[in-house]
């Protein structure tokens, strides 16, 4: 009974944090941020945290959903929904190619060959004429079914759909037989496949949802932003951001890459937004003009890339099972 | 003549990518860690050959003298501050591990630095000589090339005469009949990241002079630098040196006859059709299937 | 008696090494068949070969007369033949049952299903009470007999067995040799590898012998223990000593 409340408390909770933020644009545009976080973190955690297969490349399903939806929306008069079942194909293709060349191989060589493939598509997206290039490509309408998209609110209730979608396959993929395949892979490739696994077969598939739920995000994170260049949806600092989401909570958990979300996005958007030297500075604790100062309200908005690099060797050396580890033992 | 140019440039800057695939090829051979912090230990390297020259004067070839000893000393305690509490991990926390150094060490630049990219200007910088009558040389990465390979040399024969040298090899062999042969495979081990720095931090001050030096450099030569070692095979020396002169004259090719934008594709595409074709690399054990 | 498994001039080289050369011989159904050798005699290579995890230079493997070469480890498995591995290799984060679990997935894609009959393999080789433990966290003598009952899992024809008695002392030998008893009892067939000659001639049925990669001797226990050619191969060392 409490396995089955808590998830639906905290839907319920989801549900209505809009109305209870009274709609405020910011706040809504960062739990936006969280949901997305949280729901690439989990895509990631199928092949990731359950498999041992570690991608440093999602950001290449991510980018290819938004980029293909976009280019398809940009002058053609089509629904979107099609626009982003088209970026899961696309996504697929990617994941298929990447699967069949690297899971015959094993250990560090699946890790290197995303990097290389999401590597191959940020830079063809980059010389590339239908792209847009390094301009990238700006939406200017967009219309779908009646709804007002010019509020972020539909987009928060999007975002938590494929959020639900994605924990929920997890979870269905975790009970299945599917489930145990992978956690067995992740343990030991050769007594996996002695015990009757097709072990780059289970890896395909798991490689093939994940990219696929990363799609779909991408193809939202498109919509709601409505201009996507190479550096901001492609970029391998996106793929590494979320294997520190995923790490930092717990890796092959449902929940652990919810969690990672939660605590990672506000406290990037704390360091991002000069929130921090603001406050400082307009206490008077630290002075406008000293070196300080120019610190805390400039080189701090760089700082959260640095803040993640500490947390992560942070997290390797002292909790590599993630926050949850500490506290579960499994499920 | 086109070709030649091409060949020539490409296996100049090829020299370069040797020298950083070598020092992380030692460090998977020896420690069997895939050091994701290579590519922002070679931007190190760029930044102290820039700091040398403007603060120190100091051309950035003698700079080595320097820049050598220092980053060996701090590769030395990176291995024992951080990487050594993982090599028994699985290699994802390596990886990731090395990731996270990396980061702070190229957000800590950017912070430091600024994201301006930065150019070494020396004298020579721009002059050429001309071999063949009609190819010409840049000078700055002819010297490069020549003190790369007067680094190799030096280690390769650090690897075949000296006692350190032999036993870091009979850790690459087999680290656990290394250690029951009496060989301290962690000294080994820091050793060999020392090392692995010192080049990569070598081979970052050598570009230094023909590159844009800014605080995410790394991440391109990161790349690069997997290339050379995976192509030459995981952990092999010679492999990784002529991985490095066979990505460089790649690379040169496709921008002379494809175009400079899709240079970087060419090479990665050849290392995904290595991983497709003959993972083990050149020179490399097999295994990896 | 028909032979489950037949090896036809099994040859396979390493670079310029051939740890395995043009080895014949056939495992009758319901045998237990030993494989000794000493060290480096090429066993485990062999074994490899016949599992898939390594491919053959020469030679065809025929399992109730379809010839399998070439084909990968899990379908080795799903065909019905399954192997153990002389350094255990426990699916360590795993619990106990989850371990077996996965080798009853090959007979059902229920969870429900493959956990009911996987508690009972774990009855069956004693490690019931240790069920929801950490699989990685048993000792040597318990890793062995779940390596046991994850194969037994798999519904398997024929079992492949290396060196299940490595490395452990004279009463856990006795409880795992009994458990591969039980094995021969439903009609498995056993395909031994043991490089101690003692542990195998008291359960086998018939036994070969391998030496620096070729066939050395094929025979009953009796036969074995008195050929001249294995007694050189085991002892040769010690008789040239003396002489």
Known sequence: MKKILIPISLLLLALFLPELVGRNPYFTGIMINVLMMASLASAWNIPGGYAGQFSFGHAAYFGAGAYTTLILLSGNPIDPLLALLAGVVTA???????????????????????????????????????????????????????????????????????????????AYIQSSRMGYYLQAIREDQDAAASLGINVALYKNRALLVSAALSSVTG????????????????DLRLSIEIILTAIIGGVGTIWGPVLGAILLVPLAELLRSNVIGDTLISMGIVSDVSPVGHFFKEGLAHAHVLVYGVITVVCILFMPQGVLGITRRRK | ?????????????????????????????????????????????????????????????????????????????????????????????????????????????????????????????????????????????????????????????????????????????????????????????????????GLAAAAGALIAPVYYIHPMAGHNFLLKAFTVCVLGGLGSVPGATLGGLIIGVVEAFSATWISTDWKDVVVFMLFLAVLLFRPQGLFGKRGGE | ???????????????????????????????????????????????????????????????????????????????????????????????????????????????????????????????????????????????????????????????????????????ETESVLDIVRMLRKRGVTILFIEHDMKAVTSICDRIVVLSSGEKLAEGTPEEITSHPAVIEAYLGGGYHAQG
Not at chain 3, 40 to 57: P, R
């Open chain 1, 92 to 170: 697929s293709l990617i994941a298929l190619i990447t699967g069949s060349i690297v899971f015959r191989l094993r250990g560090h060589y699946f890790a290197l060959a995303s990097i290389a493939v999401a590597e191959i598509v940020r830079l063809s997206v980059l010389n590339l004429q239908f792209t847009g290039g390094a301009q990238g490509i700006l939406l200017s309408d967009l219309t779908f079914h009646g709804i007002d998209l010019n509020s972020k609110i539909p987009f928060y209730y999007g975002m938590l759909m494929i959020l639900v979608l994605s924990m929920g396959t997890t």
């Open chain 3, 1 to 171: 008696m028909e032979p489950l498994l037949t090896i036809d001039q099994v040859t396979r080289r390493f670079g310029g090494n051939v740890a395995v050369s043009g080895v014949s011989f056939s495992v009758m159904k319901g045998d237990i068949t030993g494989l000794i050798g000493p060290n480096g005699a090429g066993k485990t290579t062999l074994f490899n070969c016949m599992t898939g995890y390594i491919s053959l230079d020469a030679g065809t493997i025929i399992f109730e007369g379809r010839r399998i070469n070439g084909k990968r480890p899990d379908q080795m498995c799903r065909l019905g033949m399954v192997r153990t591995w002389q350094r255990v290799k426990p699916l360590g984060k795993l619990s106990v049952l989850e371990n077996v679990m996965i080798g009853a997935f090959v007979t059902t894609a229920s969870p429900k299903v493959a956990g009911k009959a996987s508690l009972e393999q774990l009855q069956a080789v004693g490690l019931d009470r240790y069920a929801d433990q950490p699989a990685g966290t048993l000792p040597i003598g318990l890793k062995k007999k779940l390596e046991l009952a994850r194969v037994m899992a798999t519904r398997p024809k024929m079992v492949l067995l290396d060196e299940i008695c490595g490395g452990l002392n004279h009463a």
């Open chain 2, 1 to 197: 003549m086109l070709i030649i140019q091409s060949l020539v440039s490409g296996l100049l800057t090829g020299g370069v990518y040797a020298l950083a695939g070598i020092g992380m090829s030692l460090v998977f051979g020896v420690m069997n860690v895939s050091n994701f912090a290579h590519g922002d230990l070679m931007m190190l390297g760029m930044y102290l050959a820039y700091f040398a020259f403007t603060l120190l004067h100091i051309d950035p070839y003698l700079s080595l003298v320097l820049i050598l000893p220092v980053s060996f000393l701090f590769g030395f305690l990176l291995e024992k501050l951080f990487v050594s509490r993982v090599i028994h991990h699985p290699h994802q926390n390596q990886i990731l591990l090395t990731v996270g150094l990396g980061l702070i060490m190229s957000n800590s630049a950017l912070l430091a630095f600024t994201s301006d990219p930065r150019i070494l200007t020396t004298t020579y910088s721009s002059s050429s000589v001309m071999i063949f009558s009609d190819v010409s040389v840049s000078v700055p990465l002819l010297l490069s090339f020549l003190v790369t390979c007067a680094i190799t040399a030096l280690l390769y024969l650090f690897l075949a005469r000296t006692r350190t040298g032999m036993a870091l090899r009979a850790t690459s062999q087999n680290r656990e009949a290394a250690q029951l042969m009496g060989i301290d495979v962690s000294k080994m081990s820091a050793i060999t990241f020392g090392i692995g720095t």
């Open chain 1, 219 to 234: 193809s939202l994170y498109g919509l709601y932003i409505r201009f996507i260049d190479p550096g901001a949806v492609l």
